[in-house]
């Protein structure tokens, strides 16, 4: 209906009800009058121009109120508002209407900006959703699916078209890495709770083709401008390669880089945790590798390592499920039997010991020793078994020591030989010359033992020389000849750590030195090398320069004399050669 229909449907009732009570008012205050009639015509007269008066009204505010309402009221619905821009008013004519067209124009500028902003927020917040790295799951207030984006299709292997609408629990499959059971649904703890809530660990997602990804998630309620809950996302991603990093520095945090055995750590844990009253009886064995570090001094820390794992591959063959194998130091390990009587643990002690005596490792003479106890008694200590174990294990390798390291020198000397064919008859020799100027001395029998012992073993330390220098039949390098000086110094450490070679490690340390100081390796002077050290040197030098070296041919044994007549008091020390020129050579000094 337009504006001036409006106007004239409301003022003209109420220019009629005031005709009508003017009339009325008029007619009751002289109805006694004697000009009665021609009031009534006076009357009518009035409401006839009343009536014109209120009809020229109607027609000034049909043409200047209600056309431009009109027009302004026809503007405003031409204007379409599902576009994202709007057309705009013209703001000609009367002040008033210009004002309010102007004012419609700015709230239309107003909406376009709003509007413009509006969806470039929701086109950034897709692309974002679209690319972020996580899978992204939105579900309404019913928990049935909204919005999947691409990572989330990859993870599940639902596609959105095939998802959409479908309930939560038929695309996020999700169970108990460890129990296999059915995860908790985490949309229903959200909307139970309203909470934000984030997934237990060892949770798995089971894709759509049964493939199982380790995942990490939360979930967060959505909730609108009053605060009430309308659905919740989902926010996960793929936990496989960080688990395995994560399981990574747990396995080195309690494993023995090694042998992949447990480790110390591990072992001081594990220890207070099994060692209750359910697992008895419990048995510990103590195991030290005797003369690992004869081994590393003389084969290399390498071949001591090979070693290390070859008595850690053993335990493991020996040992049974359940049984825990701890190295806890270089060359100790701790088996931790749970529920093992002393039976048991005798038994498997006896089958790692045989094993080890039984074979060898790289032709290396390699023991262990073993000790072991068993707690019965729930209120006796862990820490006390431990420490019974491995007094016995101590006690049992004292016993033996000796008799261990004799054995491992014995293997050290049999490995040289194996390297160097040639030096096992110039060890005999040299051992044979210490003999006969020891008893041109007049030596006692255990002196002359000694002498032949050192004349045998002086070279041992060249057991770390690479072969090929050892054999090689030019004359050496300067760093050739670097290394071989190092032998002494190794020598030294092997017969050191033996009682039965630790006098004679001495006499081998300096059978290098010089009567002048100006030998190696420590650059001992005359009296200050010791005696026996002298007299190998002599009888070393005699039979390298008679039967020569693999990088220098032999000389006749006058020639041999001479050199050390030159060299006595220089080289060597003058009596010793005197004496072995004289009584043991039988020749003219």
């Known amino acids: 209906m337009k504006i001036k229909n409006k106007i004239a449907i409301t003022v003209a009732p109420i220019l009629l009800l005031a005709i009508l009570t003017m009339n009325f008012a008029f007619g009751f205050f002289f109805q006694n009058c004697t000009l009665k009639l021609e009031l009534m015509y006076f009357n009518v007269v009035c409401t006839v121009a009343y009536i014109v008066v209120a009809l020229i009204v109607f027609f000034l505010l049909g043409s200047h109120l209600s056309k431009p309402f009109d027009k302004l009221i026809n503007d ?5 508002m599902t576009k994202n821009e709007f057309a705009r008013l013209s703001e000609n004519g009367l002040s008033e209407f210009s004002f309010l067209r102007k004012s419609i124009n700015g709230l239309l500028n107003r909406i376009e900006i709003d509007q413009r902003e509006l969806i470039d927020s929701k086109e950034t917040l897709h692309a974002t959703l679209l690319s972020v790295g996580d899978g992204v799951i939105s579900v309404d207030n019913k928990g049935n699916i909204q919005f999947m984006n691409p990572t989330a299709q990859r993870l599940t292997g639902w596609k959105l078209e095939d998802a959409i609408s479908k309930p939560i629990e038929s695309v996020f499959v999700i169970i108990n890495e460890l129990t296999r059971e059915p995860a908790d649904n985490p949309v229903k703890l959200v909307f139970e709770t309203e909470e934000i809530l984030e997934l237990s660990n060892h949770t798995i997602l089971l894709s759509r083709d049964g493939t199982e990804i380790p995942i990490e998630d939360s979930a967060s309620p959505i909730k609108d401008m009053l605060g009430t809950t309308v659905g919740c996302v989902l926010v996960f991603r793929d936990f496989s390669e960080r688990r395995e990093k994560q399981r990574h520095i747990e396995f080195l945090s309690y494993h023995d880089q090694l042998t992949g055995l447990y480790n110390r ?7 207070n945790r099994i060692y209750v009253e359910k697992n008895l009886p419990f048995s510990i064995i103590y195991a030290d590798i005797n003369g690992l570090k004869l081994i590393n001094d003389a084969f290399g820390h390498g071949n001591g390592d090979k070693i290390i794992q070859w008595i850690a591959a053993l335990f493991t063959d020996e040992c049974e499920p359940g049984n825990i194998i701890t190295r806890i130091g270089g060359d100790e390990f701790v088996i931790l039997l749970p529920k093992t009587d002393e039976a048991k643990v005798e038994d ?29 008694d729930p209120n006796q200590y862990s820490s006390d078994v431990l420490k019974n174990a491995e007094d016995f294990m101590y006690q049992k390798k004292i016993l033996n020591s000796t008799n261990k390291r004799n054995e491992m020198i014995r293997s050290i000397y049999n490995s ?44 041992i330390g060249k057991i770390v020389i690479d072969e090929a220098i050892l054999n090689k039949t ?9 290394q071989m000086k190092h032998h002494p110094e ?43 050290a002298r007299v190998v040197a002599v009888a070393d030098a005699y039979d390298a320069m008679t039967f020569g070296r693999p990088y220098r041919e032999a000389i006749s044994t006058e020639d041999a004399i001479e050199d050390l007549k030159k060299n006595a008091g220089t080289q060597f020390d003058p009596d010793i050669v005197k004496v072995f020129i004289e009584k043991v050579l039988g020749l003219e000094w």
């Open 265 to 271: 750590r591990y072992f001081e844990e594990e220890i």
């Open 474 to 482: 030019r004359d050496l390098s300067e760093s050739e000849v670097s």
């Open 416 to 459: 040289l030989l194996q390297k160097c064919p040639g030096e096992k008859a110039h060890f005999t020799r040299v051992s044979n010359l210490c003999e006969k100027i020891g008893r041109a001395f007049n030596l006692s029998g255990t002196d002359i033992k000694e002498l032949i012992a050192a004349g045998e073993l002086h070279d």
């Open 76 to 80: 405003v619905k031409s204007i379409d």
């Open 490 to 532: 190794i020598g030294f450490r092997l017969l050191g750590a033996t009682n039965e070679y630790l006098n004679v490690a001495e006499h081998v340390h300096s059978h290098h030195e010089r009567w002048d100081g100006a030998g190696y390796p420590r650059g001992l002077k005359g009296e200050d090398i010791s005696w026996k």
């Open 348 to 376: 498997l002690a006896r089958r790692i010991f045989e094993k080890t005596e039984e074979n060898k490792f790289m032709d290396i003479y390699t023991s262990i020793s073993l000790g072991w106890d068993t707690g019965k």
